[in-house]
């Protein structure tokens, strides 16, 4: 089971900040997923609403503010519990500053066409300039927004963001042609996944925080799942991983010997 940290690790640390990713990444985290939004100089950075409202103490559009006045915020829910201040960062730091990272899902939000268009430009040409065609899935619950990816280059991974059983989600990403599904985990069934591996897609279920529903995932098929607590979830797969590995053999019953 593929494990992705949700924002990083919102349920650990500041959702989409620097530090978050950091504190997953030192426990061994390198699948993650983070939402995209364009700042007002045209830079993506990384953060989930339109507004800076519900993560930080200012309000206001994303769109409003320069990737420098963002970076500049204080993103912390709780300063008790977080002590240092963390802004909103651009992509580019993320990648500038941890190496190894294995695969990211870059969600982009709805917006309006003309702000979505100039992401679409920039996030290609990140991701052409650091050839990062196969460690990065473009993602989005806006068909429009994957099919300008796709036009502008057709190497570039997609993923469809699906919320709901209808109408039919896993139709329209194999119209998009998209190499991702995903999903809330609730929507999924056993025959959802099948017909996406069918069609060769990667189903990943978000968010996901209870192992009990983890596991009932795993048993249906999922390929990944995307959770608030990624190192806790990680440490436990690889405690049953390595619990498997130590068992002694089987010792076959005197009647059978």
């Known amino acids: 089971m593929i494990i992705f940290g949700h924002r990083g690790a919102k349920g650990e640390a500041p959702e989409n900040t620097l530090p978050g990713f950091i504190h997953a990444y030192r426990q061994g985290i390198r699948h993650f997923e983070l939402d995209l939004v364009l700042s007002r100089d045209g830079v993506p950075v990384m953060v989930h609403d339109l507004t800076v409202d519900r ?75 650091r050839e990062l ?14 099919r300008q990816i796709r036009r502008r280059d057709r190497n570039i991974r997609l993923g469809l963001v699906a919320e709901r059983r209808f109408p039919n989600p896993l139709s329209l990403a194999a119209r998009l042609g998209c190499e991702y599904f995903c999903a ?41 799942i995307i959770t608030d607590y990624p190192t806790s979830s990680r440490m436990f797969f690889d405690n049953r991983a390595n619990a498997a590995l130590e068992l002694p053999p089987r010792q076959a019953s005197p009647e059978t010997a």
């Open 133 to 146: 065609h196969h460690r990065v899935v473009v993602t989005s619950s806006d068909p429009w927004f994957l």
């Open 55 to 129: 993560t930080t103490g200012h309000t206001g559009s994303v769109g409003s503010f320069t990737a420098t006045e963002l970076a500049g915020m204080d993103a912390r829910p709780d300063p008790s519990v977080w002590p240092r201040p963390t802004g909103i960062p651009a992509l580019e730091v993320l990648l500038d500053s941890l190496e190894g990272l294995e695969q990211l899902q870059l969600e982009v939000k709805k917006d309006n066409r003309s702000r979505l268009n100039v992401l679409c430009n920039r996030l290609t040409e990140i991701i052409q300039r």
């Open 184 to 224: 809330n985990w609730k929507i999924v069934s056993r025959s959802m996944i099948a017909t996406a591996h069918r069609r060769n897609m990667h189903v990943s279920t978000w968010t996901v925080n209870r192992i009990h529903d983890m596991l009932q995932l795993e048993e249906l098929g999922v390929d990944s």
